[in-house]
């Protein structure tokens, strides 16, 4: 089975994915709608890509995507400890660093402490942390440096000279597997910690009143959710659909009903499936 991932080589997304589905095929894509689009096609079966980070936030390219294409659901969240290092090539020496490359996210993730110890150098943002590491790789003859992990470290070759540099211990990040299948993924290996739906609402018309209507088909139900979140339409100000996390089981009648309450205030409900959270290693 084909299973694409956001790469490259060595990406944080492959580290989570090896554990996933550490006997199937994987695919590095070069960004997330690449991702969606490999499984949209039926060019893969499923892809993993990343849905949240516990320092920067939702990343909300995967959940744009997710809006724009109803067929794709979710068959399980990982959540994965985050360790950014700091690399260079081992015939540079970290005096003569003139520039930090890595992805917007992993650069902010470790701000205070690059701040702090290269206040001076210049920081560039890069596709990936991975792909970072391989163009430090690759430049020998340049100053330069990456913030990525310890495979893409062992991968490319690089030494690494900061270990640990983000700024927050709680650093981690979820990620989902995608699929057409809508099927529940299950991974007996895996530490299970939760279990969850995932609904995209949108409203018919911005009017006052209209979030606390669908807030309160889940409140009288005392069905507890632990995540909601607007993004933008793109089709004018004030106009969203918005991400809601319903914690545990799933069950027919009060899922089912809920659903249906929604649908009768005019809600539009993209039902994105029922699945577990697993716990994956750095």
């Known amino acids: 089975m084909k299973i694409a ?18 006997k199937e095929d994987l695919l590095p894509q070069a960004n997330i ?12 079966a499923k ?20 809006y724009k294409t ?17 690399m260079i090539h081992p015939n540079n020496s970290i005096e003569e660093i003139e520039k930090i490359y890595s ?7 470790s701000f205070h402490f690059l701040d702090e110890h290269y206040k001076n150098v210049q920081r560039q943002d890069f596709s990936s942390t991975a792909a970072a590491a391989k163009f430090v790789s690759e430049n020998p003859d340049q100053k330069i440096a990456a913030v990525a992990n310890q495979f893409a470290a062992n991968l490319y070759g690089l030494k690494i000279i900061n270990r640990n540099i983000q700024d927050f211990e709680q650093n981690h990040t979820r990620f989902i597997v995608i699929s057409k299948e809508g099927n529940s993924y299950k991974n007996e290996k895996l530490e299970v910690l939760g279990e969850k739906s995932g609904m995209l609402i949108t409203l018919p018309e911005d ?26 339409l793109k089709t004018g ?46």
């Open 33 to 44: 709608l690449d991702c969606f689009e490999a499984v949209e096609k039926g060019e893969v």
């Open 103 to 109: 992805h917007p996210q992993a650069l902010a993730q």
């Open 5 to 22: 991932f956001l790469g490259p080589h060595a990406s944080f997304t492959q580290l989570a994915t090896t554990q996933l589905f550490p």
């Open 70 to 86: 109803p067929a794709i659901k979710i068959e399980a969240e990982a959540v994965m400890p985050i360790a950014h290092h700091l």
């Open 207 to 232: 009017h006052a009143g209209g979030l606390h209507q669908v807030l309160s088909v889940f409140a009288w139900r005392k069905m507890n959710l632990s995540k909601i979140e607007s993004r933008t």
């Open 237 to 282: 100000l004030g106009n969203y659909f918005f991400y809601i996390n319903v914690v545990g089981e799933w069950h027919p009648i009060l899922h089912g009903n809920a659903i249906q309450e929604l649908e009768s205030i005019r809600a539009d409900v993209d039902f994105l499936g029922n699945y577990k959270e697993y716990l994956l290693e750095s």
């Open 47 to 66: 892809a993993v890509v990343p849905l949240e980070n516990s320092i920067e936030g939702t990343v909300s390219m995967t959940l744009d995507y997710l």
